[in-house]
């Protein structure tokens, strides 16, 4: 996919409604949003209302700003061709097969789904700016005004400043596009944190700073925005997209309740979260810890033409997803059943391989369970998913649906591995490896 930095951390934006509307582009680029109905705002003011604004939120975080930040004002298209340029450069028609071939294996999307122009769509859709932090400036788009979703949402943009300040995304955080392509569960518990964080202080911003008109202005805004790009994405991308906020906001919010920012602070620089799971759980934080299986060297068992695609941590979140958010309705669990199953997550380790002559796709899931009562849960749980996306289980022990073969093995009783391939004997091949 990668399915956590690609769709989450770095490909398309997503627009969020609390107390500001936001997006996410890159790493740690966030939009500015703007909106159709608000008169142009000269640039000496929209300027003047940033300095107030960064003043304010500096106070509030507790951190200090330590160099001012460049802020380039632009043209509406000026920001689109920025986007669009950046966004083609980064994600290409390989990256595009590639996702492709592990999604449709988890069943997150078909095979023929149009990505890439979907991705498009969603990145140019109510464009506006974002915070740079590879050229540590920001973006925003001085056409539109600059009104109360703007100032929410420059508020909750300059905490993104501070904490690159202070806690060094790439440095001290290990924030980066490698980092990520090497352990995504860690990857989307920092965003969260990062999220999380900002989201809190720019509601405490706006209940210690924000105006009536702010007020007007957001409801305003609430009662026109609308957004058919993004209310039409799988539920892979939407809620994905949503959970370094939701989540995220929901963890920094009991850290704040124990000891205020200085326990979110604890949480950038010497605790730092390492799973969705703590995420989810903040009970969790920062004691359970993932305990990632190893897997088999698949590509050398396979044999010739066979390459390792993708080799990651599915996490709790992204179990939970497989068995509740299937693109296909037909094929899910109920939320709660699959939000029940997937609690017991104690870690995992998945690949997913392509036969470069044949084309056919296979992967292998390893999960390891907290206790062998949740293990027997999630082993069942997979099996009605399975029943529900290939049919009744065959009597070889194994399932055949949707052009692919699985099958579920128990290899302890705390354990179990998912296999999915395209042919049966690439599945018994898999099979004899995982029971060796």
Known sequence: MNKKNTLI??????????VGIFFIIRLSRDPVVVYEDNPATPDNVIYASMDEIESHVSELRGLEIEASIPRELLSREELREVVLNDFLEDYTLEDEAQDLVVMNLFGFLPADFKLRDFYLELYTEQIAGFYDSEKTAMYVVSDSGFGGMERSTYAHEFVHVLQDEHFDFEGSLGYTDEACQEDSERCVAIQSLIEGDASLSEQLWFQTYGTKQDLKDLQDFATTFQSPV??????????????????????????????GYSAIDKAFTTTQPVSSEQIMHPDAYPHDLPNNPTLPDLEAALGANWVEIENDTLGEWYVYMILAKAYNPQHRLFDSLAL??????????????????????????????????????????????????FGAMGVDGFWQGENYYSALLQTSPTSFVWIVAQELDTLQSLQAIATD
């Open 230 to 259: 993004y209310d039409s994405a799988p539920d892979l991308i939407s809620e994905s997209l949503v959970f370094p906020y939701l989540y995220g906001g929901t963890f920094v919010q009991a850290l704040y309740a124990q000891e």
């Open 340 to 389: 029940d199953a997937a609690e017991g997550w104690g870690g995992d380790r998945y690949s997913v391989l392509k036969n470069d002559q044949s084309g056919e796709a296979a992967g292998m899931v390893a999960i390891n369970w907290d206790s062998e009562a949740d293990a027997t849960a999630a082993l069942r749980a997979f099996n009605d998913y399975s029943n529900l996306r």
């Open 9 to 18: 951390l770095a490909i398309i934006g997503i627009i969020i409604l609390t």
